[in-house]
């Protein structure tokens, strides 16, 4: 699995979304449904290496979480990001669809990235984690 599948699985987990390609897309934002979360890879750091392990010990990939709400809702979509925010807050030492994250940290407090041609107020964070190379 990759990162943006295995953080997907959370937020459905955790009740924050449905079913992924429903209302949680994974580095895509489609026009429709209006509601929904999106998961975004994007930058990181550098993988670690060491404890005479070949290779990638641990590897360091950024995200980026986006919700996007109805028109001219500017409320619901910042309160679910807010609490997307906090639950990734949370996970430390947690395994995540087989995978181990020692760590999943928000790099700023959510913000608004756009309204769109619709009227749409898109929220979002980047984060970036530490974890076990993806089972």
């Not at 009740?15 to 929904?36: I, L, Q, S």
Request: aromatic share 10%.
């Amino acid at each position: 699995m990759s990162i943006t599948t295995e953080l997907a699985a959370l937020l459905i987990a955790e009740g924050f979304a449905t079913a992924r390609g429903t209302d949680v897309f994974t580095n895509m934002m489609p026009e429709t449904p209006d509601t929904c979360v999106m998961v975004f890879r994007s930058g990181g750091l550098s993988p670690q290496g060491g404890f005479s392990v070949d290779g990638i010990f641990h590897e360091r990939p950024g995200v980026q979480v986006r919700v996007r709400g109805g028109a001219f809702d500017d409320d619901t979509p910042e309160t679910a990001i807010d609490a997307i925010f906090n639950l990734f807050m949370k996970q430390f030492g947690e395994t995540l669809s087989g995978t181990k994250y020692l760590s999943l940290i928000p790099s700023q407090p959510p913000f608004v990235l756009e309204r769109d041609k619709r009227n749409r107020t898109v929220w979002a964070f980047n984060a970036t984690s530490e974890k076990e190379l993806s089972a």
